[in-house]
């Protein structure tokens, strides 16, 4: 029973990553006033880049420059036409899900002849797990050997990377003035402007982080999870961070509790695949639709009350003088 729930929960912190990068992204981005509901769009265009860019140059490196930079770019355009054009930031949103995933698709088709995929990728191409010092030696050591060799250890560095910025995210956030400003943006933008601070730089920037984590998230997908590019395979993913966004009430920790939480159902999914009830094999589809329905059933029932900040989702319009 030990062993099945540690393998169930080193799943666990294999799927939650691309989750909680694209959780603390929108956390940024609302948290400016900016929603951005774009991000399933921004993990698709960096998996895409980064497994593409990753399969041609031989490099992992060079794939994550890539996805982080396709994310950002990406960032930008939902910022030229929310923040300078002050356009519908859900209908932009939507806008640019669209457009990643016709425009990796045809990409993948014309640049591979793979029916959308990219090629597989292997050694240097891919991030490969990181063995932590004295693996081997504890392995036997009773539970802790356990902890350290099969959950702590073997993961790879977007991995950790994932779990590390949690609480730099919240440090950013509540810590320094940077963090303060932001905030403030989402809540009062006339009162910051008011204080002689840009609000349009403030909420690029905000962008501007997000389109990182966001490609850091993709990449994840592409050359470190799956080690390839495969069609639509955010999967919704970028929806279930800003549902982990809610139901963390914009906080870092409380957002990281509820991506490790769809990631811990996303992985008992996995698990019960094949399983018979009465003689009476369950379907795949319903199996994978799993993770989905409980995400519905805890925001409706146990999220309790989320207060988004003020300005979320409103264009700031500067007072004429």
Request: aromatic share 10%.
């Amino acid at each position: 029973m030990f062993e099945t729930l540690i393998l169930m929960l080193d799943s666990t912190i294999r799927v939650a990553p691309p989750l909680i990068f694209a959780a603390m992204a929108g956390m940024f981005c609302e948290r400016s006033g900016v929603v951005n509901i774009a991000l399933e769009g921004k993990l698709l265009a960096a998996a895409f880049a980064s497994g593409a860019t990753a399969a041609v140059t031989g490099s992992a490196w060079m794939g994550l420059g890539a996805g982080v930079a396709a994310s950002v770019m990406l960032a930008l355009l939902h910022g030229f036409a929310t923040i300078t054009h002050r356009g519908d930031q859900v209908v932009s949103g939507m806008a640019i899900n669209i457009l990643a995933a016709g425009l990796t698709i045809t990409l993948g088709r014309y640049w591979f002849d793979q029916g959308g995929q990219t090629p597989a990728l292997s050694g240097d191409a891919r991030f490969a797990p990181i063995t932590l010092p004295f693996e081997k030696q504890l392995a036997d050591v009773p539970v802790i050997g356990q902890l350290y060799s099969e959950l702590t250890s073997g993961h790879s560095m977007l991995e950790y990377l994932a779990l590390a910025i949690v609480p730099l995210a919240w440090w950013v956030l509540f810590r320094t003035r940077f963090g303060l400003r932001l905030r403030a943006v989402g809540e009062a933008p006339a009162a910051v402007d008011t204080a002689g601070i840009s609000v349009v730089r403030l909420r690029y920037t905000a962008l501007m982080i997000g389109g990182l984590l966001a490609g850091l998230g993709g990449t994840y997908l592409a050359v470190a999870q799956t080690a390839q590019f495969i069609p639509n395979m955010s999967a919704g993913k970028g929806f279930m961070a800003l549902a982990a966004l809610v139901f963390g009430k914009w906080r870092p920790w409380p957002a990281m509790g509820a991506c490790l939480l769809f990631g811990f159902l996303d992985a008992v999914a996995i698990r019960l695949q094949g399983v018979q009830i009465a003689g009476v094999e369950i379907p795949v589809q319903f199996i994978e639709a799993i993770p989905y329905m409980l995400t519905v059933f805890l925001l409706a029932g146990f999220i309790g009350r989320a207060v988004a900040p003020k300005a979320l989702g409103t264009p700031y319009v500067k007072e004429r003088e």
